[in-house]
C-alpha cells in the first residue's frame, strides 16, 4: 500500500510579506524626501457595504507608509463622468497611481477608459502604452497578478526556461499579459506557453501536456486531477464565494479542484492564500515605481 | 502502390492582388478629394545597390497611385539623428505612413526608436500605442506580416476557432503579433494557440502536434517532415538567400524544408510567392488606413 500522495500547497504570504517589505524601504525613503505615495482607487456602483478588495488594496497601502483615498461614483455616472474623474486624478499631483475598480455596471464599458488614466499612473499596467512597451520587452507598469504569477513560480521552480506552460484565460489583467512574461527571452523565463480560453477544443489534452499550470478561467472547480499530469505545478488565480452554512460566513474556492488536484500535482496553490497576497504586493510595487518615477529617482516605471 | 501524396501549394499572390484592388479603389477615392497617400521608408546605411525590400514595398505603393519616398541615411549616422529624421517625416503632413526598415546597423537599437514614429503613421504597427491597442482588441496599425497570414489561414482553412495553432518564432513582427491575433475572441479566429522560440526544448514535439503551423524562426529549411503533422497546414514566413550556381542567380529558400513538407502537409506556402506579396499587400492596406484617417474619413486606423 503506498501513501496518499499530497502536493506542496504555495503560500503567496511569506513570498508576499519579503515584496512589502522591499517596498516598506522604498516609501520609508520617498518620504524622507517629503513625498509620501498616493493611491487613488475609483469605484462605479459600490454596494454601501463597501468591496473587500478595494478595502484589502487601501489597508495594504497605508500599512507601508503610502496614502490611499476611494473616489466612489454612482452605477448612473456616465461615460464622460466617469472620464473626467478619471482625468482629474490623472492631474493631481499628490496621486501616483490610479486604479479603476472592476468589473463596471453596464453600460459603461472597460476599454472605453484604458486610456483614461495617464500611463505613468496607470499602475495596474492596461494602458495600450504600457502594454505595448512590456510586449516590447520595455521597462512599463505591469498587471500585478501576472507579476505575483511569475515571482511565486521562479520562487518555487526556479528558471523556468525550456518549461512547458499552459494558461487557461485570456484575460487582459491575468492570461493574457502572463502568455507574454513567461515566454519573455530574459534570464529564468524563455518558457514555451499555450493560451487557452473558452474556444479551446478538449481542454484536458492541452493541460495535461502542462509542466507549469496556471488556471484563470473564472469557473468554480472547473480544473480536476484529470487535466492535470503527475508532477505538475497548478497556480490557481480564480477566486469564487460559496454560502457556508456553517457560522463564521464566507468561504472561497477557486477555479481549480484543490482536494482532487493535490493528489496528482507535485504543487499547488491554495485559494485564498495563494496568488492573492501576491497580488496586493505587487500593486504597492508598481505603486513604489510610480512614486519615485515622478520624484525623479530609482527605477523607472 | 500509394501515389505520392502532394500538398496544395499555397500561393499568396491571388490573394495579395484582390487585397491591392481594394486599397487602389480606396486610394482613388482619396485621390479624388486630393489627397495622395505618402509612404516615407527610412533606410539606414543601404548598400549602394539599394534594398529589393524597399523597392518592392514603394513599387507597390506607386503601382497603386499611392506617392513613396526613400530617405537614406548613412550608416554613421547616431540615435538624435535617426531620431530627428523619423520625428522631420512625423511632422510632414504629405506622409501618411513611415516605415524604418530593418536591421539597423549596429550600435542603433530598434527598440529605441519604436516611440519616435507618430502612431497614427506608424503602418508597421509597432510602436507601443498601437501594440497596446491591438493586444486589447482594438483598432490600431498591426504588423502586416501577422495579418497576411490571417488572412490566407482564414482564406484557405476557414473558421479557426478551436484549432491547434503552433508558431515558431517570437519576433516583435511576426510570431509575438501572430500569436495574438490567432487567439483573439473574434469570429472567425479564437484558435488556441503555442509560441515556440529558440528556447523551446524538443520542439518537434510541440510542431506534430498543429493544426496549423505557421514557421517565423529565420532559420534555413529548419523545419522538415518529421517536424508536421499529416494533413497539417504549414506557412513559412522565413526567406534566405540561397547562391546558385545555375544561370539566372539567386534562389529563395525558406525556413521550412518544402520538398520533405509537402509530402506530408495538406496545404504548403511557397517562398518566395506565399506570404510576401501579402505582407506588402496588408502594409499598402495600413497606408490607406492611415491617409483616410488623416483625411478625416473611412476606417480609422
Known amino acids: 500500500m503506498s501513501a496518499v500522495h499530497e502536493a506542496t500547497v504555495l503560500a503567496g504570504a511569506p513570498l508576499a ?11 520609508d525613503a ?15 456602483g459600490e454596494p454601501p457595504s463597501g468591496n473587500p478588495y478595494v478595502r484589502a488594496k487601501c489597508r495594504a497601502a497605508e500599512s507601508l507608509g503610502a496614502r490611499a483615498t476611494v473616489t466612489r461614483l454612482p452605477a448612473t455616472i456616465d461615460e464622460a463622468g466617469l472620464r473626467e474623474a478619471l ?35 496607470d499602475v495596474d499596467g492596461v494602458h495600450p502604452l504600457n502594454v505595448g512597451r512590456w510586449v516590447n520587452g520595455l521597462p512599463a507598469h505591469r498587471p500585478a497578478t501576472p507579476l505575483g504569477v511569475v515571482a511565486l513560480l521562479r520562487r518555487h521552480a526556479g528558471d523556468l526556461s525550456g518549461k512547458r506552460v499552459v494558461i487557461v484565460g485570456r484575460s487582459r489583467i491575468v ?20 493560451l ?11 493541460t495535461r501536456e502542462a509542466d507549469i499550470l496556471v488556471v484563470a478561467m473564472g469557473k468554480r472547480a472547473a ?26 460566513g ?29 497580488t496586493v504586493a505587487m500593486l504597492l510595487s508598481n505603486l513604489a515605481d510610480a512614486a519615485e518615477r515622478a520624484a525623479g529617482a530609482g527605477p523607472a516605471a
Open 196 to 206: 487557452c480560453h473558452s474556444g479551446t477544443r478538449d481542454l484536458a489534452s492541452h
Open 87 to 121: 482625468h482629474a486624478l490623472g492631474r493631481d499631483p499628490a496621486t501616483h497611481g490610479v486604479i479603476l475598480q472592476l468589473p463596471l455596471p453596464a453600460p459603461l464599458r472597460e476599454e472605453r477608459h484604458l486610456e483614461d488614466i495617464p500611463a505613468e499612473k
Open 175 to 194: 492570461g493574457r499579459p502572463l502568455s507574454v512574461f513567461l515566454s519573455e527571452r530574459k534570464e529564468g523565463l524563455n518558457a514555451t506557453v499555450t
Open 17 to 27: 510579506q519579503e515584496i512589502r517589505e522591499g517596498v516598506r524601504r522604498r516609501i
Open 30 to 44: 520617498l518620504r524622507a524626501r517629503n513625498v509620501t505615495p498616493g493611491l487613488a482607487v475609483v469605484t462605479v
Open 250 to 278: 464566507r468561504k472561497y474556492e477557486g477555479d481549480v479542484d484543490f482536494e482532487s488536484v493535490r493528489r496528482v500535482a507535485s504543487a499547488v496553490t491554495p485559494v485564498p492564500g495563494g496568488v492573492g497576497p501576491l
Open 223 to 248: 480544473i480536476t486531477a484529470d487535466h492535470v499530469r503527475p508532477g505538475a505545478i497548478v497556480v490557481d488565480v480564480g477566486i469564487h464565494v460559496v454560502e457556508n452554512p456553517q457560522p463564521g
